[in-house]
């Protein structure tokens, strides 16, 4: 018999964890005659009496046919493990990679080029607005969207992704058979027509916070870089970066306003190092080799639209892009803005003296700046 039945039993024997099935892995023990073992044996490898008791019922050969059985026929999700070839490969390459998925929808999905999107679970309008425009250009662009079927961001950047015929992927921290958030049901029945959705949880698994900061790690696996949309000091999303940076992977930020609490934690990645995103195309310029050849250059016709803006007056410079989209989010003062693009005043107001000319922004009474 296939091992990789004797694999998924022990995932889904209560009390095992993926240290002690790993070790067992490593010692070179997971074999057939696992079948034939009575409490002792167990027992001898180091597990107490009830947990031996659990593994020499759970790994008996009529219950492992059982199980083979039962998965097997099962028509929408399917099993994989650490073991199968079509295992997703930038998850294996991943430090504490699951030793089972239980997947619902496209696994072609696996086989493309991913960027996860995370992010606060009560976006502002300026989060909605971006985790929306960023997950349909990159989507575009030739990414597979990867987030956590949340409240919030990761909803906007799934429905988006979906909203232009893209691939992406949802990662789900309870049991495939228990949605949650329980309002998210319509855009899980969408997702496993659409996209893809995935767990390492058995059916039956119930919402837990210990199980969101684990799901996260699987997030960041599957995928080239994390794009944190916008998250305050103590979001969840920047477990997901840490993740990435675990993993050896990318991690990019939407920059936004200093004044709001949900753009610290974007805000402070950037300070330590993650790259600034303000368009699709500053994370797809990162992966052109990874793109399509069909979708290779659809970046960068988007991104010569949006940086050679063209009005009356003459194409907008980079650093006047720069400051326009800063002032997309809101009108600011000029104290603010010298917050926001770190820039020195002389220089600020040069920019700003040539957006106004160029009929891009208006000047308010109070030093107030806003587009038009």
Not at 60 to 79: C, F, G
Not at 310 to 327: A, F, K, M, P, S
């Amino acid at each position: 018999m296939d091992i990789r039945w004797l694999l998924v039993a022990l995932h889904e024997t209560t009390g095992i964890g993926r240290k002690s099935i790993t070790r067992l892995m490593a010692e070179g023990l997971l074999k057939e005659e696992m079948m034939d073992f009575g409490c002792r044996e167990w027992e001898e490898l180091g597990f107490n009496v009830e947990i031996s008791e659990r593994l020499a019922q759970n790994l008996s050969k009529p219950a492992i046919l059982m199980k083979k059985e039962e998965k097997e026929h099962d028509p929408l999700v399917q099993t994989l493990t650490l073991l199968d070839s079509s295992y997703p490969a930038m998850l294996r390459e991943s430090p504490d990679p699951p030793l089972v998925l239980y997947a619902k929808g496209n696994t072609g999905l696996f086989n493309q080029p991913a960027i996860a999107m995370v992010g606060t679970r009560i976006p502002t309008a300026y989060g909605k607005k971006m985790g929306g425009e960023l997950a349909q250009g990159l989507c575009s662009g030739g990414l597979t969207i990867v987030s956590g079927l949340a409240r919030g961001i990761d909803s906007i950047c799934h429905e988006a992704a979906l909203s232009c015929e893209g691939g992406t992927i949802a990662v789900m921290a309870t049991g495939m058979d228990v949605i949650y958030p329980p309002e998210n049901r319509a855009l899980y029945v969408r997702m496993v027509k659409e996209g893809l959705i995935i767990t390492e949880y058995p059916s039956g698994t119930k919402a837990h916070p210990g199980l969101f900061p684990q799901r996260n790690r699987i997030i960041a696996g599957l995928s080239l870089g994390t794009l944190v949309v916008e998250a305050d000091e103590r979001s969840g999303s920047l477990i997901t970066a840490d993740a990435a940076l675990d993993a050896g992977r990318d991690v990019f930020a939407v920059p936004g306003p200093v004044t709001s609490p949900k753009s610290r934690g974007a805000l402070n990645l950037i300070r330590q190092g993650a790259k600034m995103v303000c368009a699709a195309a500053d994370i797809l310029e990162e992966y052109d080799s990874w793109l399509p050849k069909g979708l290779k250059n659809t970046y960068n016709r988007e991104r010569q639209v949006d940086e050679n803006t063209v009005n009356e007056e003459g194409q907008l410079t980079t650093d006047e892009l720069r400051l326009y989209h800063i002032l997309e989010q809101g009108p600011f003062t000029l104290d603010e803005l010298l917050q926001h693009s770190r820039w020195d005043f002389g220089h600020l107001h040069s920019v700003l003296l040539s957006l106004i000319i160029k009929k891009q922004i208006t000047q308010l009474p109070g030093a107030i700046y806003k587009t038009i």
